[in-house]
């Protein structure tokens, strides 16, 4: 049921993408802008809501909107931790973003989603040891919620990310 594609989020049919976004909420580069990009300002606007109504978003938390022209039903953005060396809880956050997006899947409903390498692009997360963290939170997960997910699916840009989770999936 855990998955591993190669490729672009924003093409996924699933019913929710995760986007990997900062604490304003109103976009950037990476992953964050292909989302808006693609799925059109409906995104934003949802953004500029909750911004409204809860100042953002915290490190490791996630929020839902809807998704816009995308394929997908539904956009969960979480906000990564920027690595900082590994001394700043890093991974708990990281941890924390999985899981957090996981369970705003569960409580609306969404049972195939979809996840880029959170913190790995922009914000510098080692590769490997970020795969470490998603793999295990999303097994941890899934072993307590065995009826919750369809699929879950770990959407890599790069090659090396692809070959990292396929390693550890395997095992
Ligand atoms: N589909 C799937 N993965 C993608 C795509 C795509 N279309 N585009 C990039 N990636 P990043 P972060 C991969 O930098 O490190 C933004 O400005 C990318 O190759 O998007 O969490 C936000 O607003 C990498 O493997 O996110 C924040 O300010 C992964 O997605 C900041 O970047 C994550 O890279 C967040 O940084």
Redesign the pocket.
Known sequence: MIEVIQ?????LEVDAIV????S?L??????????HR?GGSAILEECRVIRAKQGGCKTGQSVLTTAGKLPAKKVIHT??P?WQGGKNEEATLLANCYTNSLNLAVENGLRSIAF??????????P?AAAAEVAVETVRSFIKQHPDAFERVIF????AD?TALYQKLLEG
């Not at 986007?19 to 900062?22: D, G, M, P, Q, Y």
């Not at 109103?26 to 989302?35: C, E, F, K, R, T």
């Not at 959407?155 to 790069?158: A, G, K, R």
């Open positions: 490729g672009d989020i924003t093409k986007n990997a976004a900062n304003s109103l976009g950037g580069g990476g992953v964050d802008g292909a989302i693609a906000v990564g920027i880029p390498n959170i913190s790995t692009g922009i914000y510098g997360y590769k959407v890599c840009f790069e990310n």
